[in-house]
């Protein structure tokens, strides 16, 4: 592979919300030299890529930051970092009018007032969000953005982050990036279970299948501390499409419904876990399918639905008019997702100081990949962007760290032979494996088949759908053997080409990400939410859990400990 250096004050990875909003606002306030690495291209990757019908976090007339503050304090049980939520409350409103003056359409009524969806959300016409945002990154001539590049690991020192490596996933390029500072926002880590759709539809799933947990996998082997992976996020979406439930419950005041025409979400209560929960206790005691009671709504709510869905999961809208069959006729079946480690929903992610910094000097962390504060969504995203900006900004003013450039130097020649090892087996004349040449890896597994047992293994012992959620300690120590076993056979996966290179660290990241995420569950002996860390052995809450799980990750090994809870 051909070796390029590239030199930066400040290197994003992740060029999603929160990644390209930390590039704008660094851009339009410093003249630091910024770089953002992608995997795919900022103009259509992340969790936005498709789009979005809705703002989930603004503060409406009549209401304050410390609102919703309580509002997502409570739905996590408060296990949450107010100080960061309250961070991230008192910019949405700001960057949701700054977002509105790039182009994105905000709803407005007869008297030019943004139309709400309920006392925190914004209705808009979001389709176009992501390219609105990746326009302002090319527009700030300090930025220089390199897409379809794979970043794996930290370039890191003694607990000093400078930089990254990774591999063009067209060019056979080894990139190193150098860097003073770096900001993480990878997003979450998709695809840890086995998902609702198998086969050719496994990609069919509620959060952005190519956030794999790469942000947080390399936070993990760098020494980072993590908090919370065990408030795991579950997903209440439509059947089969697993398109967004919330449209239906805001946007028309759908409620939960179970087969007898029970209307069951208050016998659970409403916090967001336990509206999964309810619908999975519906279903165990005979009373499923469950449904969001959508019959009666009227023509034009039913037209509404129709384009809310093409912003953002078009497949709904393309079900209801291939059945000939809308919403208004018919109530809209619901489930439960595969588990998902996501900051953006849950608490999961890098322990994170006030400015965003994490426990690893030089590093940074927003969006998804960034831990204790729930519920942040899109304008959240934006918002911790911002402040992961201005941290750096000011980090950088004092910036006195030192590294060892030399053992830098041969760490970048140990990462560049990591990746030319998978792609040197040798193959046919017609692309396949040559069984006859002499191969380490010539009668090994490839990424699929890796993916396939960790997925199988998450679901059935480490609390996945086929368990309804459910986890024991036992099948937890199972299940953390094997996924070291796994862990094992990775370095000796075949690899025939820069795409198949792509998926082997994407396999990785889950496993190092699953590895984090048992110990996690393990360590939390009580039910904190239901559906999301249901606990068989420990089924109640426990005042003694009423603090954060966090941990660090020494010599191979997970070490978890508590942290006291922060509260305003």
């Known amino acids: 592979m051909e070796h390029k250096i590239i030199e930066s004050d400040v290197l994003i990875i992740g060029g999603g919300t929160a990644g390209c909003y930390a590039a704008i606002r660094l851009g339009e306030n410093s003249e630091l030299k910024v770089v953002v690495a992608e995997k795919a291209n900022i103009k259509r990757s992340g ?7 809705a703002l989930n976090a603004y503060i409406t007339d009549g209401h304050v930051p410390m609102d919703y503050v309580n509002y997502a304090s409570k739905d996590a049980d408060g296990i949450v970092r107010e100080d960061l939520l309250l961070d991230i409350c008192n910019r949405l409103n700001s960057v949701t009018h700054d977002m509105e003056k790039r182009g994105l359409t905000i709803l407005k009524d007869e008297n030019g007032k943004y139309v709400s969806r309920g006392w925190r959300n914004l209705k808009i016409n979001g389709e176009n969000i992501k390219p609105i945002l990746a326009e302002a990154v090319y527009a700030q001539p300090n930025v220089e953005v390199y897409n379809h590049v794979n970043i794996t690991d930290y370039r890191f020192d003694a607990g000093i982050v400078r930089g990254a490596y990774g591999f063009g996933i067209e060019d056979a390029i080894f990139y190193e990036f150098r860097a003073k500072a770096v900001l993480i926002a990878t997003g979450g ?15 069919q799933m509620w959060y952005c299948p190519f956030n794999t947990g790469a942000g947080y996998s390399m936070g993990i082997l760098a020494g980072a501390e993590m908090t919370t992976f065990e408030m795991r996020f579950i997903a209440l979406r439509c059947k089969d499409t697993i398109a967004p439930t919330g449209t239906l419950a805001q946007g028309v005041g759908a409620k939960q419904l179970n087969s007898q025409g029970e209307i069951y979400e208050k016998k659970y209560g409403l916090e967001t876990s336990n509206r999964l929960w309810g619908t999975v206790v519906e279903n165990l005691e005979g009373r499923g399918p469950c449904y969001l009671k959508t019959i009666g709504i009227d023509e034009k709510q039913e037209n509404d639905l129709y384009k809310a869905y093409l912003n953002m999961a078009p497949l709904q809208t393309l079900k209801w008019l291939d059945s000939g069959k809308g919403p208004a006729e018919e109530n809209v079946e619901i489930e439960g997702t595969e588990p998902y480690v ?8 890098y322990w994170i100081n006030r400015d965003r910094s994490t426990t690893v000097t030089g590093l940074f962390a927003a969006g998804d990949v960034a831990g204790g504060a729930p519920q942040k969504y899109v304008t959240g995203a934006l918002a911790e962007g911002e402040i992961a900006a201005e941290g750096i900004i000011d980090f950088l003013s004092h910036d006195s760290v030192s590294v060892d450039e030399e053992k830098l130097g041969k760490q970048a020649a140990e990462k560049k032979a990591e990746y030319e090892s998978f792609l040197n087996d040798k193959y046919d004349a017609y692309g396949f494996i040559n069984y006859g040449a002499e191969s380490e890896r010539a009668d090994r597994y490839n990424s699929k088949q890796l993916e396939n047992a960790m997925q199988k293994i998450m679901d059935e012992y480490a609390g996945g759908i086929r368990t309804n959620y459910k ?14 076993k796994l862990l094992e056979l990775w370095s000796k996966l075949s690899v025939a080409d820069l795409d198949e290179l792509l998926l082997a660290y994407e396999v990785r990241e889950r496993l190092i990400v699953s590895k984090v995420l048992i110990a996690h569950l393990r360590a939390r002996k009580e039910t904190r939410w239901h559906g999301f860390q249901e606990n068989a052995n420990y089924p109640e809450k ?15 090994k997970v070490q978890v400990f508590k942290r006291e809870l922060i509260k305003l």
């Open 342 to 349: 996501v900051g953006g929903h849950t608490a999961s992610g």
């Open 471 to 484: 986890y024991t300690e036992s099948g937890l120590e199972k299940a953390e053997k094997e996924i070291d």
């Open 189 to 203: 880590a998709s695809g840890i279970y086995r998902p609702n759709n198998p086969g050719e539809n496994s990609h």
């Open 542 to 556: 426990d005042k003694n859990f009423e603090c954060y799980i966090n941990s660090v990750y020494e010599n191979g």
């Open 47 to 53: 969790c936005l890529a498709a789009g979005v019908n």
